[in-house]
């Protein structure tokens, strides 16, 4: 029997140059034209001006953790529990759901310093985060 | 100048199906407590002329009510009809929707009702709102992040706003497990509750991790059921057969999330806003406040609810509960059915239906100092919030 794998996402047109960023260990942000907000998910339009000019940018990849939980409930066989299901408000603004790695779930703590590192699933690259090694 | 809709309209009936593993279409359950509080506020059938209706999750995940409840229920002279949903806030909005349209002259009795039934015959509780973890679909875009973070269900957002508290405030685990014993209390005394075995705070930290920082114990039920509710004009209400329950005052607020810096949505909810509106057209501040009903999903949600309605200071929820005040025999009894937590989860209906039985004084042993009744719903992750200030007292 194979291992579960975990649901990862089916890029969209909408969001393919965050995927497509993400395989070349980039991440990439939507940025409106008109009011410079970075926005995260995709969408069309700007949520602060609702101007519909936008490019993608890549984000610097340093945030804070904003908040976090240890999951313990298995909803999906893929994860293995505990983990952490953490919530990163990266430095452009946008918070972002992932998961912490190279850290120890007692380790982590609200407003730690991490930066982005990237995960290959098969034909999708995810962000995932780990404590900020250069401050 | 008193609030020109201030007791404008009442509420004059309300009935209810036994909850939780009541295996029956939504339909049948709504029919239920349709006919109960008709029958309860002395009407026919065909003094209805006006139908709220609100699906629970079932209106999300399939099955759940939708417009067709008029015809299963041969409602035929309404003049109002709507299917509304603001997640948990919905119950008190279609209270305060039916009195806008009662003092407009719109419609006289105003038939507001809520049926659920997720619970499936041979699954579990948690099966009913898991959602993503279980769709064999593959998820769509930045979307899907949230699943390929094992971000599952509605106990994940609120774990995480309940840590963000917590790191901000040094909220305790015991403050919130205090909440949930305090309300296992309430329930012991409630015959509807489906959770009547009281437990102590060692239970509460021995019950199993959902996610932290939330145990078994910090979130509420599942149940099936149906409550339904009537509201009718203030001069009609003294002459109906039940002790009128006095709309004093409503109000709404709802922040949104924009995802990024800058939302607060975690400890500051939009009941904020909706306190001031209610408080201005009831008259009253939050001392006055004599019993709560609070939307509690989580027992995290009552605690920064407390907060947002000025009952203490931003970040002081939890040195506020420690004494023990929202149990029985406290200073400020809230959630005096068990709530969400441990009577049954009827979304806004809970704290609405358990509003109503203390402003008509029916509370039996539970009963409480009723004469200024605060009852919340919120949802969305905190994000939808409405009120309702009720009274035993004409305006």
Redesign the interface.
């Known amino acids: 029997m194979t291992q579960p794998t975990i649901p990862v996402p089916e890029p969209d047109e909408a969001s393919r140059p965050f995927f497509d960023g993400a395989a070349e260990g980039r991440l990439m942000l939507m940025r409106c034209i008109d009011c410079q907000t970075w926005r995260l998910p995709a969408r069309q339009h700007c949520d602060v001006c609702l101007s519909d000019r936008y490019r993608w940018e890549p984000a610097s990849g340093r945030g804070r953790v904003r908040t976090f939980g240890i999951m313990h409930q298995r909803y999906h066989p893929a994860f293995q529990v505990p983990y952490n299901v953490t919530v990163v408000e990266l430095e452009e603004g946008p918070r972002l759901p992932t998961n912490l790695v190279d850290v120890a779930n007692e380790a982590i703590y609200v407003g730690m310093p991490v930066e982005v590192v990237f995960e290959r699933y098969d034909d999708v690259t995810l962000p995932r985060f780990r404590p900020a090694r250069d401050l | 100048m008193a609030h020109p809709l201030r007791g404008v309209a009442a509420i004059t009936g309300l009935g209810m199906t036994p909850m939780g593993r009541i295996y029956r279409s939504t339909n049948e359950l709504a029919a239920e407590a349709v006919a109960k509080a008709i029958a309860d506020a002395g009407l026919r059938k065909d003094d209805i002329d006006g139908l709220l209706i609100n699906a629970g999750i079932t209106g999300t995940t399939g099955g759940g009510l939708t417009l067709g409840l008029q015809n299963y229920l041969g409602l035929k002279n309404l003049r109002l009809l709507n299917h509304m949903n603001a997640a948990g806030s919905t119950a008190a909005q279609m209270v305060q929707y039916a009195t806008l349209a009662i003092h407009a002259g719109m419609a006289t009795h105003v038939l507001c009702v809520f049926a659920d039934a997720p619970l499936k015959e041979g699954t579990s509780a948690?099966a009913a709102y898991?959602g993503?973890?279980r769709?064999p679909q593959?998820?769509?875009?930045?979307?899907?992040?949230?699943?390929?973070?094992?971000?599952?269900?509605a106990?994940?957002p609120y774990?995480?706003?309940a840590?963000?508290h917590m790191?901000?405030y040094g909220t305790k685990q015991d403050h919130l497990g205090i909440i949930a014993v305090g309300q296992r209390q309430w329930a012991t005394m409630n015959p509807l509750a489906q959770m009547r075995e009281p437990i102590t705070l060692e239970d509460y930290h021995a019950s199993?991790?959902?996610?932290?920082?939330?145990h078994l114990l910090d979130c509420c039920l599942v149940s099936n059921g149906a409550v339904a509710v009537i509201v009718s004009p203030a001069d009609r209400a003294k002459d109906m057969p039940q002790p009128p329950v006095y709309i004093h005052g409503m109000g709404q607020g709802h922040p949104g999330d924009?995802?990024?810096?800058?939302s607060d949505w975690?400890t500051e909810t939009g009941a904020r806003i909706a306190a001031e509106t209610a408080y201005r057209m009831a008259g009253v501040g939050p001392s006055d406040i004599t019993c709560c009903q609070i939307y509690d999903c989580y027992t995290y949600t009552v605690l920064v609810t407390l907060e947002d309605y000025g009952f203490c200071k931003k970040g002081e929820g939890g040195p506020f509960v420690e004494d023990g005040k929202l149990g029985p025999g406290g200073s400020l009894p809230t959630n005096t059915g068990g709530g969400e937590l441990s009577a049954y989860y009827m979304w806004g209906m809970t704290p609405l239906s358990e509003g109503i039985i203390q402003g008509r004084g029916h509370g039996g042993e539970r009963q409480v100092k009723n004469d200024v009744i605060l009852v919340t719903g919120n949802g969305g992750n905190l994000s939808y919030h409405a009120c309702l200030i009720l009274s035993p007292h004409p305006a």
């Open positions: 948690g898991g993503a973890a769709n593959r998820p769509k875009g930045m979307a899907g992040l949230y699943a390929a973070a094992g971000y599952f269900g106990n994940t774990a995480l706003a840590r963000r790191a901000l199993r991790w959902i996610i932290e920082p939330l924009s995802g990024r810096a800058g975690e």
